[in-house]
């Protein structure tokens, strides 16, 4: 049989190799996705995770708008190198109330999983308007404009109730406040109430003071609270590293 004479008939016929393409990259996709509705634990049970407060989340938004995602991956692997340099491997539970979820292969920068709390929040500041002046080796363009420009919150509470719809348990009602404060505390809780999202948002920047100036809220005071809850949520002492192999 001559194979040769088949691929070049295949590869030659449109209409067959897009049929073809597609089938494969269907069977590929049911392969890798199929699975996950089947297994119980995708999602570990991890104590101290929570949705992001509004400041945190708006932070969060920045940090897509700007395309930081591009550069710097939030997903340590299980590798024996990337926990000597960030940390513990990731877990599914840190990113349950992602939309969407920054894993990735892709750095240019470092990855900033456990970034939170690494660096004070003038190092943030300084290293966001002037890249270079911290890190001399830095691709990394500069933001100075965070700085000065004023953070829009008119539209919070509606950021938060589309989240809400897509699963993070951010309340509306009496009820669902009350189960917020069973399962998160009622500190925690106090900041999911949609209701109070501007009053919350503007409290947090000022207690927090991530820009060094309290006279106003900033996009650089959402970003730095963002860069600095993450990591932060999750007490690693209390799971093991046998997951970690060595790459070597």
């Given amino acids: 049989m001559n194979f040769n004479f088949k691929h070049?008939?295949?590869?030659?016929?449109?209409g067959l190799m897009a049929v073809l393409t597609m089938l494969a990259i269907?069977?590929?996709g049911l392969v890798?996705?199929?699975?996950?509705?089947?297994?119980?634990?995708?999602?570990?049970?991890?104590?101290?995770?929570?949705?992001?407060?509004?400041?945190?989340?708006?932070?969060?938004?920045?940090?897509?708008?700007?395309?930081?995602?591009?550069c710097h991956s939030q997903m340590i692997r299980p590798f024996r190198d990337e926990k000597l340099r960030y940390g513990h491997y990731s877990l599914a539970a840190e990113?349950?109330?992602?939309?969407?979820?920054?894993?990735?292969?892709k750095r240019t920068g470092p990855d900033l999983a456990r970034v939170g709390g690494k660096y004070s929040n003038e190092w943030h500041v300084q290293h966001l308007v002037a890249p270079r002046s911290m890190v001399p080796e830095s691709v990394m363009p500069?933001?100075?404009?965070?700085?000065?420009?004023?953070?829009?919150?008119?539209?919070?509470?509606?950021?938060?109730?589309?989240?809400?719809?897509?699963?993070?348990?951010?309340s509306l009602s009496q009820a669902e406040y009350d189960t917020n404060v069973g399962k998160f505390g009622e500190t925690v809780a106090k900041q999911l109430h949609i209701p109070d999202a501007q009053k919350n948002l503007v409290a947090q920047a000022n207690f927090g003071n991530y820009d060094g100036d309290r006279s106003g809220v900033s996009e650089m005071d959402a970003l730095v609270a963002y860069l600095q809850v993450l990591g932060t949520m999750v007490d690693f002492s209390k799971h093991t590293d046998d997951a970690f192999v060595d790459a070597r």
């Fill in 32 to 70: 890798e996705i199929a699975p996950l509705f089947f297994i119980d634990k995708t999602i570990e049970k991890v104590d101290g995770v929570r949705p992001y407060t509004p400041l945190e989340q708006r932070g969060r938004d920045i940090y897509q708008r700007e395309g930081c995602y591009t």
């Fill in 8 to 14: 070049e008939w295949v590869e030659t016929n449109i």
């Fill in 26 to 28: 269907s069977v590929g």
């Fill in 142 to 170: 500069n933001y100075p404009w965070l700085l000065s420009t004023p953070l829009d919150i008119s539209d919070t509470a509606d950021r938060m109730k589309a989240l809400r719809k897509v699963g993070v348990p951010y």
């Fill in 95 to 105: 990113s349950q109330y992602d939309h969407p979820f920054q894993w990735g292969s």
